[in-house]
């Protein structure tokens, strides 16, 4: 029983497949697999997803290259960078380019088309997240 997305979730999901992940595909020349994405407040509260989260508004996804290695995962965090088309970028649990993510979390912000999001600019931060903390990646 799924529940059906909001206008602004869909809306914003869209703006990632079409200005993040397509432009990151077609330089890649991979498949990216999308792993998580638009998640309710209360699914997300039950996987231990952040309260502020922009799963739950449709701005972020979270993504594998295919084949998951470490090497596809750095050219697709570079690409993803290069593009600069990110508010946030992390990757998630393993250090920083010398080991191999579980995902690339990305998240995108087109400033008034989520009217639900108090998220309205592209902060352009880099993390990593690895042994249950964040770190700003230079």
């Known amino acids: 029983n799924r529940e059906k997305i909001p206008k602004?979730?869909?809306d914003s999901?869209?703006?990632i497949a079409v200005n993040v992940l397509q432009p990151a595909r077609n330089t890649l020349r991979l498949p990216i697999r999308v792993t998580s994405?638009?998640?309710t407040a209360l699914r997300n509260a039950a996987i231990g997803g952040a309260p502020t989260s922009q799963h739950v508004t449709g701005q972020a996804v979270d993504v594998q290259p295919v084949p998951p290695t470490r090497e596809n995962y750095k050219?697709?965090?570079d690409i993803l960078v290069?593009?600069?088309k990110y508010d946030q970028i992390i990757w998630e649990n393993g250090l920083a380019f010398s080991e191999t993510p579980?995902?690339?979390h990305i998240s995108?912000?087109?400033p008034g088309l989520n009217p639900t999001s108090t998220y309205n600019?592209?902060?352009k931060t880099k993390y990593q997240y690895y042994q249950d903390r964040y770190t700003l990646i230079a």
Do not use: D, Q
């Open 121 to 123: 600019t592209n902060r």
């Open 108 to 110: 995108y912000v087109v």
């Open 37 to 39: 994405a638009y998640r």
């Open 8 to 10: 602004g979730a869909e």
């Open 82 to 84: 290069k593009n600069g």
């Open 75 to 77: 050219k697709l965090f």
């Open 13 to 15: 999901l869209k703006a």
């Open 102 to 104: 579980s995902h690339i």
